[in-house]
């Protein structure tokens, strides 16, 4: 296989880079000279339009998690397109979703679909807001809640700010967004118990990745946020987004068994098609009624795409495989596999440097020190991590350069996890 070194563009990568931002839709950063266009995919492969064959670490960004074209998802997605592609309204595939969401998620009584984990984030905001009648968002700093403003806000903070002040982490952020969301450092109780109670009057819900990025909880600390939030009437919610059926069948609330009062899901959920779920208790979910239309107690929710019965279908197939007994286990096992493999690697080859995760994820960061945070992360050396995932690029290994998540799936296996190894440690020893 002839890995995509520096050359000039092909012809497809070249009208990607005249039409497409930087020649990608959206935060990949490949220099223009190694930028590729996707063919197909199989299983944890890809091809791209030259031929090339790589080992898929993205899987789009987590979001096919049964591995590409998994002839179970595909027949559940193609048999219901023959029977229309969308209603904008209650379907058979998204009842039985919904159902099935509800067994796994304490959390959702009630659920509502949407197209993407951005809008199911961004439905809990407003719900928050709306039940507690109180204005601000709390998040945790360098968490992603999709491309929503809150969500992006204090994402990546180039310089500290003090506790709780937010950064806007983009341009476009409108300023009253400042006055919406505080924000707290990830993994710190102490300091999050603080801002909470300071702010309890005003405060709606505190948002959090349970798994932040690649970094799991402390001992603790989901518990410690639950019962702050109990203390002072603030809503916990969820962003199971990343986590959902990819940590365990019933997300992180099955795994460090701490739950939410709401919850948002998307990526894994659609087997790899795109849909967003949110959910929490009736209460709460009840201000949605379109019959309360014209009240106090009203929030408008709604999504042309959401619960399409082919996205629906998808996600029924998808949960039909993980709830196989063997796939939280076999997950697991491979992701300790492969972090295992990468502290091996690392040390080899004399590098110091933290391989963080939980369940079928993974994330070098080139420091000595612990990582718990965000700015334990960015302690890191970037500039080492984006070198490496350019070398793996090069070598045949298809991941997001900007040095975020490596995702496994039901696709992979160690003998993949062995082919990943050896290229990365290609790429450190190169000169």
């Not at 179970?72 to 309204?89: E, R, S, Y």
């Not at 493999?341 to 440097?353: D, F, I, K, P, T």
């Not at 079928?360 to 302690?379: K, W």
Request: hydrophobic letters at 40%.
């Amino acid at each position: 296989m002839t890995a995509p070194e520096e050359h000039p563009a092909t012809p497809e990568a070249a009208r990607a880079q005249d039409v497409f931002p930087a020649g990608s839709n959206g935060e990949f950063n490949i220099p223009p000279g190694m930028s590729i266009v996707v063919e197909r995919g199989d299983g944890c492969r890809l091809w791209d339009t030259e031929g090339r064959e790589f080992l898929d670490f993205s899987m789009g960004w987590g979001s096919v998690l049964p591995g590409h074209a998994q002839p179970d998802v595909v027949a559940a997605a193609t048999g219901q397109a023959a029977l229309g592609t969308n209603f904008a309204h209650v379907n058979r595939p998204a009842l039985e979703l919904a159902e099935e969401i509800r067994r796994l998620s304490p959390a959702a009584r009630r659920v509502r679909f949407c197209a993407s984990g951005t809008e199911a984030t961004m439905y809990c905001q407003r719900l928050a807001r709306a039940f507690t009648g109180r204005p601000l968002i709390l998040k945790f700093e360098g968490a992603y809640h999709g491309a929503n403003e809150i969500g992006v806000t204090s994402l990546f903070p180039q310089r500290p700010l003090d506790y709780p002040a937010p950064d806007p982490s983009s341009a476009g952020i409108a300023p009253v967004v400042q006055d919406q969301v505080i924000v707290a450092p990830y993994n710190d109780l102490a300091t999050t118990e603080r801002i909470i109670a300071d702010r309890a009057g005003r405060l709606a819900a505190v948002m959090v990745e349970p798994l932040q990025r690649c970094t799991p909880p402390r001992p603790g600390f989901l518990a410690g946020l639950r019962a702050a939030c109990d203390r002072h009437g603030v809503l916990l919610a969820y962003d199971e987004v990343v986590t959902g059926f990819r940590l365990a069948y019933g997300g992180a609330q099955e795994l460090y068994g701490v739950i939410p009062d709401l919850v948002a899901y998307g990526k894994a959920l659609g087997g790899g098609l795109p849909i967003g779920a949110f959910g929490g208790r009736a209460e709460i979910m009840d201000w949605v009624r379109e019959d309360r239309l014209g009240r106090d107690d009203y929030v408008w929710t709604a999504s042309t795409l959401g619960g399409n019965p082919v996205s629906a279908a998808a996600a029924l197939a998808a949960l039909a495989l993980y709830r196989r007994p063997a796939t939280y286990p076999r997950l697991r096992k491979l992701g300790e596999y492969l972090r295992h493999g990468m502290r091996r690697v690392l040390e080899q080859r004399q590098q110091r440097a933290q391989v963080i995760g939980d369940g079928p994820l993974a994330q070098v960061v080139f420091s000595p020190d612990p990582v718990y945070d965000y700015r334990s992360t960015r302690r890191g050396d970037a500039a080492r991590g984006r070198a490496l995932m350019l070398g793996l690029f090069r070598r045949g290994v298809f991941l997001n350069p900007m040095g975020t998540k490596l995702y496994l799936s039901l696709a992979h296996d160690e003998a993949a996890c062995d082919r990943f190894l050896d290229r990365m440690d290609d790429a450190l020893g190169a000169p």
